[in-house]
């Protein structure tokens, strides 16, 4: 199984990311391109860079329809092995989203701390995001503030009006103001890993060409996820009493988190 190696784990220690040595084998690739385009032409009504949430079936009309396969490459020992790299070897997973900017109107995703909006705690999670098409600075790739998870410290946020906005807070913080920007280009079947307090967010796709990628997020099984927890609103719904949870790896060290909750049977 593919590991981290220590100086990428050192990378992910102090700036709050890294791009593994590592591509997603070819089929595998080539299945999340065939999901991608399943799931876009069944989600056609709702924008294809807010679909949460992909990996489950449909249980009310409000909701996205999943599709198996982001499922399975979530759960794909490998990349689960790469994550433990970072996260050890207990280890959930709690959440699938697509991010897929169209090319001409891609929209924004504002800087922003993932766990504003999350109701783990202890808050640690590790975020995958995969790349099924080219990711550049053109067609709006990730980009995040490296050193900002350090200290895990929550920035100002505020709340967007803006309607071309993926997500509805962004980071506001005179800490900030002149934070050092790195851009994660990635070939597609390439992955990046980054921590719950790296800011991070993209800028809109009028490239001409499309920027389609999923996020897996995991969290080390030490860590609840708080259904009673009410969390600010942050652009789209999530049932957090609903959600599943998959064990991805070893056990539920905390053996507070509910892992038959939200499956559909």
């Known amino acids: 199984m593919p ?3 220590k100086s990428e784990i050192e990378t992910y220690q102090n700036k709050g990311y890294v791009i593994p040595d590592y591509t997603v084998p070819e089929n595998i690739l080539r299945s999340l391109k065939e999901a991608l385009e399943e799931t876009l032409n069944i989600n056609s009504n709702i924008r294809p860079e807010q679909l949460a949430s992909i990996h ?5 009309a409000n909701d996205t329809v999943g599709h198996s396969t982001f499922l399975e490459t979530a759960l794909n020992p490998e990349l689960v092995d790469l994550v433990s790299s970072v996260l050890g070897d207990n280890i959930i997973m709690w959440g699938v989203q697509l991010f897929c900017k169209p090319g001409v109107d891609g929209m924004e995703v504002p800087m922003h701390q993932d766990g504003q909006y999350w109701p783990i705690r202890p808050l640690k999670t590790c975020t995958m995001w995969l790349a099924i098409d080219e990711a550049d600075r053109d ?3 990730l980009q995040v503030v490296p ?3 350090l200290g895990s410290i929550h920035y100002d946020h505020q709340k967007e009006t803006r309607d071309n906005l993926v997500l509805n807070q962004s980071v506001k913080d005179p800490r900030l103001d002149r934070a ?3 851009y994660i280009e990635l070939k597609a079947g390439q992955l990046s890993l980054h921590d719950v307090f790296l800011v991070h967010g993209s800028q809109p796709n009028t490239s001409g060409r499309r920027r389609a990628g999923f996020t897996v997020r995991y969290m080390p099984s030490t860590s609840v996820l708080r ?4 969390i600010p609103f942050a652009g789209y719904p999530v049932n957090w009493k609903e959600k599943p949870l998959w064990l991805a790896k070893g056990r539920d060290v905390s053996g507070r988190n509910d892992l038959t909750r939200g499956h559909i049977k």
């Open 139 to 141: 067609n709006g790739c």
């Open 180 to 182: 050092e920007i790195d």
């Open 147 to 149: 050193g900002s998870h």
């Open 56 to 60: 489950t079936e449909k249980s009310s």
């Open 3 to 5: 590991k981290l190696s």
């Open 227 to 230: 259904r009673d927890i009410k």
